[in-house]
């Protein structure tokens, strides 16, 4: 049973800092990628950023770029989010997803985590 839990989330000022986790597990992730999207009340889904598990390669949507860094540790089969200069824009329920075809399209996602809330408020 494949599994991705999401953690890291919480309440931060504006222009603090959040590192979310992304625990994957339940099947081999080599051949996939590991995208992070987000959600505020009220909105769709979107994109932030993506990883393929076995380049390394990135993806960022354009409202992250320069302030969000996307990474894998293969050993621990686990993807982050490092967020930096957060703004209150930001603030949504962001979730973790895995996709076995090359796409940043919310519907490509195979699987998904239960998300973990980020709130950037003063």
């Known amino acids: 049973q494949v599994q991705l839990d999401e953690s890291g989330g919480g309440l931060v000022q504006p222009g603090g800092s959040l590192r979310l986790s992304c625990a994957a597990s339940?099947?081999?992730?080599?051949?996939?990628?590991l995208g992070w999207f987000r959600q505020a009340p009220g909105k769709e889904r979107e994109f932030v950023a993506a990883i393929w598990w076995s380049t390394g390669n990135t993806y960022y949507a354009d409202s992250v770029k320069g302030r969000f860094t996307i990474s894998r540790d293969n050993a621990k089969s686990t993807v982050y989010l490092q967020m930096n200069s957060l703004k209150p824009e930001d603030t949504a329920l962001y979730y973790c997803?895995?996709?076995?075809?090359?796409?940043?399209?919310?519907?490509?996602?195979?699987?998904w985590g239960q998300g973990t809330q980020v709130t950037v408020s003063s």
């Open positions: 339940g099947r081999t992730f080599s051949s996939y990628v």
């Open positions: 997803a895995a996709s076995s075809i090359s796409t940043v399209l919310a519907a490509g996602y195979d699987y």
